[in-house]
Antibody, heavy 125, light 110 residues
Framework: QLQLQESGPGLVKPSETLSLTCTVS??????????WGWIRQPPGKGLEWIGN???????YYNPSLKSRVTISVDTSKNQFSLSLNSVTAADTSVFYC?????????????????WGRGTLVTVSS | QSALTQPPSTSGSPGQSVTISCTGT?????????VSWYQQHPGKAPKLMIF???KRPSGVPDRFSGSKSGNTASLTVSGLQAEDEADYYC??????????FGGGTKLTVL
């Protein structure tokens, strides 16, 4: 079955850029029914949507993070990636990649049906 | 856009029912049928429990049900079991391809 796996550095210095990749296995990232998203969770806190991307590269970002976020997709590698620049300690979080069920023949849906296991990124010098 | 509002905690005894609320605005919960609920056990990834307000994915027990009235959505867990103890998060589509999550509710089974 389809699985998602986050990868990237677990420690990033303040003011630098956080970069993560999500590898999709057991299915194609090019499926027309899905967007692919990033969600983060600071330690002990709630979930925050970061943004989504379609296989065409069309992306949407949380307005509160839009100035610092870039999400890209590489369909040849079945991967999508997150970059968050100018990080501070407040960006320390578990980052999840997830699949957003967007639409099918029955219409629009808009929910995250599959999640990766998450990866902790700590921002510290 | 602000996070959806959930109570920080709730509890119930085995066999009882609990309801968790999720309050948004007329721009998100009140405008769309795209409310979903996620269960998260400690150290684990969130798991989809309810989508489109009241639909259950395959494999989710029918003890879990969802509803919506106006700007508030609700998740009800009936016949509480020990394994239901977890954090629960609501989410709503907020228009313009934006999504909101709630702050989470910790459910304790007494």
């Amino acid at each position: 079955q389809l699985q998602l796996q986050e990868s990237g550095p677990g420690l990033v210095k303040p003011s630098e850029t956080l970069s993560l990749t999500c590898t999709v296995s057991g299915g194609s990232i090019s499926s027309s029914s899905y967007y692919w998203g990033w969600i983060r969770q600071p330690p002990g806190k709630g979930l925050e949507w970061i943004g989504n991307i379609y296989n065409s590269g069309k992306n949407y970002y949380n307005p509160s993070l839009k100035s610092r976020v870039t999400i890209s997709v590489d369909t040849s590698k079945n991967q999508f990636s997150l970059s968050l620049n100018s990080v501070t300690a407040a960006d320390t979080s578990v980052f999840y990649c997830a699949r957003l069920f967007y639409h099918d023949t029955s219409g629009f849906h808009m929910y995250f049906d599959l999640w990766g296991r998450g990866t902790l990124v700590t921002v510290s010098s | 856009q602000s996070a959806l509002t959930q109570p920080p905690s709730t509890s119930g005894s085995p066999g009882q029912s609990v309801t968790i609320s999720c309050t948004g605005t007329s721009s998100d919960v009140g405008s769309y049928l795209y409310v979903s609920w996620y269960q998260q056990h400690p150290g684990k990834a969130p798991k989809l429990m309810i989508f489109e307000v009241s639909k259950r994915p395959s494999g989710v027990p029918d003890r879990f049900s969802g509803s919506k009235s106006g700007n508030t959505a609700s998740l009800t867990v009936s016949g509480l079991q020990a394994e239901d103890e977890a954090d629960y998060y609501c989410s709503s589509y907020a228009g313009n391809n934006n999504f909101l999550f709630g702050g989470g509710t910790k459910l304790t089974v007494l």
